[in-house]
T-cell receptor, first 111, second 110 residues
Framework: EDQVTQSPEALRLQEGESSSLNCSYT??????LFWYRQDPGKGPEFLFT???AGEEKEKERLKATLTKKESFLHITAPKPEDSATYLC????????????FGKGITLSVRP | NAGVTQTPKFRVLKTGQSMTLLCAQD?????MYWYRQDPGMGLRLIHY???????AKGEVPDGYNVSRLKKQNFLLGLESAAPSQTSVYFC?????????FGPGTRLTVT
């Protein structure tokens, strides 16, 4: 059974204080790992897809990296508008495009 | 493009009542999904569809039914609502990889 564990559950940062969010996974064969951002009262918004160990993707202050067992979402010099819940999901090979989600990490950035 | 839309946005039901949630997508995606999101539980897959006329069970299908009569629409039905079905429901669609989500329907069953 595919599993995704995200840590920590919640993270509070000062504006400008860089940090990383962790996503550990077990999957029979990884087709892709996905990061989403979810704001309160809204649906998840797609951020990145990573396909193989060593791959990195960047968008503004966010950088996602992937190893064979985990992914990190690095947030550089965060701003209050980066406050949100960040979700990680994996897609297994042959899974009919189904995703298995972690429970999310709630990030709060204080000004 | 509107992307993925959901109707209604909010609904309150009494135990035993029935209702249908509508999801529509204008991206010509083959795959569509229904999730529920509860505090501390994350997103859990209820049912999904790999194409028009097909449906399949996800992780938590009991108490729900779905239909995909048109490629762009995916309906989620509750035949006899229970308080345990109080949740936020999200629809999503995809081509093969990343899924795109609707804004959600907040359902309360009293």
């Amino acid at each position: 059974e595919d599993q995704v564990t995200q840590s920590p559950e919640a993270l509070r940062l000062q504006e400008g204080e860089s940090s990383s969010l962790n996503c550990s996974y077990t999957v029979s064969g990884l087709r892709g790992l996905f990061w989403y951002r979810q704001d309160p009262g809204k649906g998840p918004e797609f951020l990145f897809t990573l396909y193989s160990a060593g791959e990195e993707k960047e968008k503004e202050r966010l950088k996602a990296t992937l190893t064979k067992k985990e992914s990190f979402l690095h947030i550089t010099a965060p701003k209050p508008e980066d406050s949100a819940t960040y979700l990680c999901a994996v897609q297994a090979i042959g899974a009919n495009s189904k995703l298995t989600f972690g429970k999310g990490i709630t990030l709060s950035v204080r000004p | 493009n509107a992307g993925v839309t959901q109707t209604p946005k909010f609904r309150v039901l009494k135990t035993g009542q029935s209702m249908t949630l509508l999801c529509a997508q204008d991206m010509n995606h083959e795959y569509m999904y229904w999730y529920r999101q509860d505090p501390g539980m994350g997103l859990r897959l209820i049912h999904y569809s790999v194409g028009e006329g097909t449906t399949a069970k996800g992780e938590v299908p009991d108490g729900y039914n779905v239909s995909r009569l048109k490629k762009q629409n995916f309906l989620l039905g509750l035949e006899s609502a229970a308080p345990s079905q109080t949740s936020v429901y999200f629809c999503a669609s995809s081509y093969s990889g990343e899924q795109y989500f609707g804004p959600g329907t907040r359902l309360t069953v009293t």
